[in-house]
């Protein structure tokens, strides 16, 4: 049943205590299991590496007592007819269970029904499952809950956790990648900018054009291209977010310089300051367009570590690019500078050039450094730099994908989890409150 070897680590092990298969001792617990019952951790344990172990494809006929069996429930939905006469409810037909959970610490971890015989009321059955936060989250998406809030700041998180921090914090990799791709698209979608641009973050299409696509492939292979389908979804979110927070600062700062300023010498500031927009929106749009040539081109799971050297090589040349393209631009904004000058002030409405401008004026709207708009105040910078945080975390949660495979099928089980609860919700919104059971 269980692995080649009792030294390799256990799943959870920082949950249920257990740091290897040698530290569990499954086969004693299966000879102490007529005598006892399984305690909550050992039950976690059990039931989060259950890859250790045999899993039944069919219920077994009348096992004895002490019996050990692990079902998938997804498989095996009959699992509980096993001969066995159980005490019923009072239609005579429906066993009856007491449910209960579990707690590990003082969390609650395990949830169980129990079943006591219908002839001899010391013989009982005893189902366990874990507590499934996956569906959990799913339902509460399905309905409505925003993956985008923010928790009360605290001391050791100043600027609050979102979803997909809670999540990453009790181990839940894949679910945390799939809450921070989720958080930003909502996010994004929230923005009243998004209405008046033709940015769109959803590739939810792409996906499924994907998935027919390559619907012969294996499901890590499939794991993996949703995973570089995330990746690629949550850096278009959060490009898009940034760049429409880029155009708001933009806006305030063309109008504090167009407020404190002559309009000749204005408007060359503006000019200058647009030529810089446009460059640091183009450059992104190159990175994107370059993340999207590395997803189309990679085929199989085998060049996934070769994918990664490239990556790593790929970001190396575009900050070495872009340092070097930032170096060169203030070159381009004197130049821009001085056609203005020369063309407008100097030759056409015969005034001094920018040259006999004070030296008052502000140094930091000449140099080629995005500044800080003089009509916000510290408050309104400071949360956003926290929401620049949260956005870069989010996409660091979905690269983490790349780095373990339990990620990505933890993803991809969150995903179809999410899809069959928007189905089941939108049924029961059809039918009504009436009808519900």
């Not at 499934?132 to 998406?141: F, G, H, I, N």
């Not at 996906?207 to 027919?212: G, I, L, N």
């Not at 620049?388 to 780095?403: H, I, K, P």
Request: glycine share 6%; proline share 3%; hydrophobic share 35%.
């Amino acid at each position: 049943m269980a692995g080649a070897s009792g030294r390799e680590p256990l799943l959870r092990s920082e949950i249920h205590g257990f740091i290897t298969y040698a530290d569990l001792n499954f086969e004693k617990l299966k000879a102490e299991a007529a005598a006892r019952w399984f305690r909550p951790n050992e039950i976690y344990a059990v039931l989060a590496n259950n890859e250790r172990f045999k899993v039944h494809a069919q219920p077994i006929d009348k096992p004895v007592s002490g019996t050990i069996v692990l079902y998938d429930r997804k498989v095996v939905r009959n699992f509980r007819k096993d001969g066995h006469d159980w005490k019923k409810k009072k239609d005579g037909k429906t066993v009856q269970e007491a449910h209960e959970k579990l707690k590990i610490g003082n969390e609650e971890r395990v949830h169980v029904y129990y079943a006591r015989g219908e002839h001899n009321p010391n013989f009982f059955r005893r189902c366990y499952w874990l507590l499934d936060k996956e569906r959990m989250v799913a339902a509460l998406l399905s309905a409505g809950a925003n993956p985008s809030l923010v928790t009360d700041p605290t001391s050791d998180s100043p600027g609050g956790c979102t979803p997909a921090d809670l999540a990453a914090k009790q181990g839940y990799v894949g679910l945390a990648a799939y809450l921070a791709e989720k958080g930003l698209t909502a996010h994004f979608e929230s923005m009243s900018l998004s209405k008046d641009t033709g940015r769109s973050p959803s590739r939810t299409k792409l996906t499924k054009v994907q998935s027919e696509k390559f619907e012969n492939l294996t499901e890590q292979e499939l794991c993996l291209k949703e995973s570089l389908a995330a990746y690629r979804n949550a850096a278009d979110a959060a490009s898009n977010i940034q760049a429409a927070l880029r155009d708001r600062t933009l806006k305030l700062q063309t109008k504090a310089i167009q407020l404190a300023n002559p309009e000749i010498q204005a408007a060359a500031i503006v000019a200058a300051m647009r030529i810089q927009h446009a460059f640091r929106n183009y450059n992104k749009k190159k990175e994107m367009r370059a993340a999207a040539r590395i997803q189309n081109h990679f085929p199989h799971m085998e060049g996934q570590k070769e994918l990664h050297k490239h990556a790593k090589t790929s970001y190396q040349n575009t900050a070495a690019y872009r340092g070097h393209q930032v170096r060169r631009q203030y070159r381009k904004v004197i130049w821009s500078v001085g056609v203005v000058e020369k063309a407008i002030l100097r030759w056409r409405k015969k005034r001094k050039g920018l040259r006999g401008i004070a030296n008052g004026m502000p140094v930091e709207m000449t140099v080629d450094v995005e500044p800080a708009s003089t009509a916000e105040e510290g408050f309104f910078q400071a949360s956003r730099q926290q929401a620049e945080d949260r956005f870069n975390r989010s996409v660091v949660r979905v690269q983490a994908l790349f780095r373990c495979h339990r990620a990505q099928h933890e993803y991809r089980r969150m995903r179809i989890a999410h899809e069959e609860a928007k189905l089941e919700f939108s049924e029961e919104q059809k039918q009504g409150p009436g009808h519900r059971s």
